[in-house]
């Protein structure tokens, strides 16, 4: 019963299908046809995964994404003698018969009843097309041993998808579809992968000896996978010899260049492809925008959807990156801070009004190798960007409490006392709860005596004295000073909720330089905060061009921007930075030290370019702190943040800015703020008897009664008391 089944089939298949004209085959055919049940059955082809690549603002390619290593190629684009090769060897009757060939499947199909399963091919070009895209669609282990189980109803499914194929298509439309799907082995997907990965060449650009070895490749790729062993390429090399024979015997090449070819070598070239975000010159960069495409909805209702279209979606994805200003950043990192430190430096800059990240880098490189130092996460941004937990913030942080003050009223030369801050003071601490929180326990202390006395708000934020930001953060409300930051968009790099402590002024939260670099920017932008952008269009393989613009919004009040940028210029010139100095240019900026030297900051810009600079030992800070530390090659008893983020940041502003003209910050409204600049000078308080009931304790001369003084120095404000939290001074 087999035997006549097999001949029934064959027979059918061979008078009915076989034939380039499908009509006139007679009543027999027709009705093993319908027994069969032999008729076109439209194919879902779905999208081939392709590689998507990134590219810089320049247009450059910088870093690829793929599930398989592809790029497709119009039938034009594959040499003559890779079409030839291939037909040679696989189907040397394909443009003469229709879905499959009469002789090869008559045959096969015999010896396959005979053999008692698939024994024997015989599947024309079309066939194994259709062989190849019922594989990629198969999502599960069971849908793809199914796809090429060795059975007959496989094989009729395949000729039914196959009697469509031929309808839907031309010849060489389906020969180029079979070009850019084949596997051909050593993970290349395609004839034009494979040409590159095999030989570094293009498919336009193979010759006789290299288009016979990929058109003997595909035959059985895993077995003659030239990346496995010498075995498999001795394997590969006697196949590509085949092909050879067979395209002389077939009168395609002669005898002598069969023999001319065959006296070749191999010629693998194994050329890596690289992809993902390690092999890409800007790793953390990188980084920073698959995260960004994984955690966007434009991209995918899910992960795993977003995933697959990043993998295999084809796009051409256009960041913002600069190579100068990256270059600018790497180089600047690169003098201070050695790439065999344990200490990590990492910077980001970004264009305030737009958000653009222009630049990420860190000193140490970006993988999982130990012996190299390298470091397996996003050292430059938070968690939701391939980060960590990211380092304290330090007194970087005093500037949204500087923000909150002017934006509450206070002028430049409002002041009072910044000797230490006593354990009383923090009866006055309330958390955006309403909770009181403090260690009544704990006093905060200036890191040198020479910063007590009377402080303004540009003399207390140039010499960044705690003492002095603890009373003013007091003043306003700590609350206050925790909303001012979340407007600017500070958040913590590990995702969890901003700490709401009495310390918050002194940058007791961990937070990552792209997050710090783009709160400045709100400064430099004269309020406007954008959302950090790090892709500005996406092309699909389709061509259809998707444009995503800066999402921007006014948080601060354009006049109390331009009143925080007077007084932080000021911090190159009379404070922390003025042993560095400045740019040549107008820029503001504030250093940060956390308590016990643990990290250390800059950050800082002008109205064209934000930038944060942080170092610190991702070992932990709190067991590595930089003290008594040789980074760079050369010793620190103890680093500050003028010591080395404040010299980094100069070096890489100084470059990334030499192409661009200077401007200017917005004069300060002196009318508001009462800036007068370098003759400004406090007024000496009226005294009052600090031992007059009514006084405050720790502010005996009136200077927070709005009523002390009739030009309006110091401000009363102030809240509650209780809870306890770590106490981080900084500088």
Not at 18 to 33: E, F, H, N, R
Not at 197 to 222: E, H, I, M, W
Not at 546 to 566: I, N
Request: one cysteine or more.
């Amino acid at each position: 019963m087999r035997l006549v089944a097999a001949g029934a089939a064959a027979g059918v298949l061979t008078a009915a299908i076989a034939l380039p004209a499908v009509g006139g085959a007679g009543v027999a055919a027709k009705t093993g046809m319908q027994e069969l049940n032999l008729k076109p059955e439209d194919l879902n082809e779905p999208p081939l995964p392709e590689r998507t690549k990134l590219v810089d603002a320049t247009g450059k390619k910088i870093a690829e994404f793929y599930y398989e290593n592809r790029q497709s190629v119009t039938l034009d684009k594959v040499a003559p003698i890779m079409r030839t090769a291939l037909i040679s060897i696989e189907d040397f009757r394909y443009y003469q018969h229709g879905p499959i060939d009469v002789e090869g499947t008559g045959r096969a199909l015999m010896k396959n009843f005979t053999g008692g399963g698939v024994v024997q091919g015989g599947s024309s070009i079309t066939q194994q097309y259709v062989k190849q895209v019922l594989l990629n669609a198969a999502e599960t282990p069971e849908e793809q041993a199914a796809a090429i189980a060795p059975t007959l109803s496989r094989k009729l499914n395949e000729l039914r998808y196959a009697m469509a194929i031929e309808k839907k298509y031309s010849k060489d439309q389906i020969l180029e579809k079979y070009f850019n799907i084949a596997y051909f082995g050593a993970g290349a997907h395609g004839v034009q992968a494979a040409a590159k990965r095999f030989f570094g060449k293009s498919a336009a650009d193979l010759d006789l000896s290299q288009a016979a070895t990929l058109a003997g490749a595909v035959q059985n790729p895993n077995r003659t996978d030239p990346n496995v062993s010498k075995q498999s390429r001795a394997l590969l090399l006697a196949r590509r010899n085949v092909v050879l024979d067979r395209m002389a015997q077939l009168g395609k090449i002669t005898p002598q260049d069969a023999a001319a070819a065959k006296a070749k070598p191999l010629g693998f070239k194994d050329v890596k492809v690289a992809g993902g975000c390690e092999a890409s010159q800007y790793p953390y960069f990188c980084l920073y925008v698959q995260n960004d495409i994984l955690n966007n909805d434009d991209f995918g209702k899910t992960p795993k959807e977003r995933l697959r279209l990043l993998q295999r979606g084809g796009l051409t994805i256009k960041t913002t990156i600069d190579p100068k200003m990256q270059e600018a950043a790497e180089k600047a990192i690169k003098k201070y801070v050695f790439k065999s430190d344990k200490q990590v430096a990492s910077q980001a800059m970004i264009v305030p009004g737009t958000g653009e990240i222009k630049a990420m880098a860190a000193s140490r490189p970006f993988g999982r190798d130990k012996k190299d130092n390298e470091i397996s996460y996003n050292v430059v941004a938070d968690a939701a960007h391939g980060g960590g937990g990211g380092f304290q913030q330090g007194s970087t942080a005093k500037a949204y409490t500087l923000a909150t003050a002017l934006e509450d009223g206070y002028k430049y030369n409002d002041g009072f006392p910044a000797s230490s801050f006593r354990a009383g003071g923090y009866s006055d601490f309330r958390n955006c709860k309403g909770d009181r929180v403090g260690d009544p326990s704990a006093t905060i202390n200036n890191s040198s005596e020479s910063e007590g006395g009377f402080k303004t708000l540009q003399t207390g934020t140039w010499g960044s004295v705690n003492a002095f930001f603890m009373r003013l953060e007091q003043k306003v409300g700590l609350c206050k000073v925790v909303k001012m930051a979340k407007r600017l968009g500070l958040h913590r790099s590990d995702g969890q909720k901003l700490g709401e402590y009495e310390t918050f002024t002194l940058g007791i939260n961990e937070v990552d330089p792209v997050t710090v670099a783009n709160s400045y920017a709100v400064f430099a932008s004269r309020g406007q905060y954008c959302r950090p952008l790090a892709i500005t269009e996406v092309t699909d393989r389709n061509g259809k061009v998707t444009q995503y613009k800066p999402k921007c919004s006014e948080v601060l009040e354009p006049e109390v921007a331009d009143a925080v940028s007077g007084i932080l210029q000021g911090v190159f010139t009379k404070g922390t930075m003025s042993g560095v100095g400045g740019i040549g240019r107008d820029a503001a900026g504030k250093t940060g030290t956390t308590d016990e030297y643990m990290t250390a900051w800059f950050a800082g810009y002008t109205p064209n370019l934000s930038s944060a600079v942080s170092v610190g030992d991702p070992r932990g800070a709190y067991k590595h702190p930089l003290r008594g530390v040789t980074i760079g090659g050369q010793y620190y008893g103890s680093v500050f943040g003028a010591s080395i983020p404040g010299p980094i940041w100069k070096a890489a502003m100084l470059k990334a800015l030499q192409d661009v003209e200077p401007a200017s910050f917005t004069p300060v409204d002196k009318s508001r703020f009462g800036g007068c600049g370098d003759n400004c000078a406090p007024k000496e308080p009226k005294k009052k008897d600090p031992h007059d009931p009514n006084a405050d304790p720790f502010d005996p001369f009136n200077l927070g009664d709005p009523n002390a003084d009739p030009n309006g120095n110091g401000h009363g404000r102030g809240h509650g008391h209780g809870g306890t939290t770590p106490i981080t001074p900084a500088n």
